[in-house]
């Protein structure tokens, strides 16, 4: 569900704001997009969103491929099978949800997530020295 950043109608007393507030009503700028999770998945799956002046950016729902680069400078795309460690939230290990900084199990060994799957609408990352 979509969420609404815009000015509030109230003071901090409860008292009501005068104009512009009164009449104005909710803008498009000020309502954000849906929170939705990158996941581990068969299909690769993308959204594409407009943004202000015609913009996009595209969001991953879904990819089982990350391009992982080594210590030599060498990147590959190799498979995901689970999500090993994730520290925003212990909950997303389970439900094997993608965000920066999360640790993943490949067939090259574990890597770190170093884009932002929800903003770059690609997942890439380094591999762990362990």
């Known amino acids: 569900m979509a969420q609404w950043h815009g000015i509030s109608r109230r003071k901090p007393s409860g008292a009501r704001l005068k104009r512009p507030n009164r009449y104005r009503g909710k803008r498009r700028t000020e309502i954000s997009s849906?929170?939705?999770?990158?996941?581990?998945?068969?299909?690769?799956?993308?959204k594409v969103y407009r943004k202000r002046s015609g913009n996009v950016t595209v969001r991953v729902l879904g990819e089982k491929m990350i391009n992982v680069s080594d210590s030599s400078g060498?990147?590959?795309?190799?498979?995901?099978?689970?999500v090993v460690?994730?520290?925003a939230?212990?909950?997303?290990?389970?439900?094997n949800i993608l965000t920066k900084g999360a640790i993943v199990e490949t067939s090259m060994g574990r890597v770190r997530i170093t884009s932002r799957p929800g903003m770059d609408g690609v997942i890439s990352g380094v591999l762990v020295d362990e």
């Open 34 to 46: 849906e929170k939705l999770f990158a996941f581990i998945a068969e299909e690769p799956q993308n």
């Open 74 to 82: 060498k990147t590959q795309r190799v498979e995901m099978t689970n």
């Open 85 to 87: 460690e994730n520290s």
């Open 89 to 95: 939230d212990p909950n997303y290990v389970r439900r």
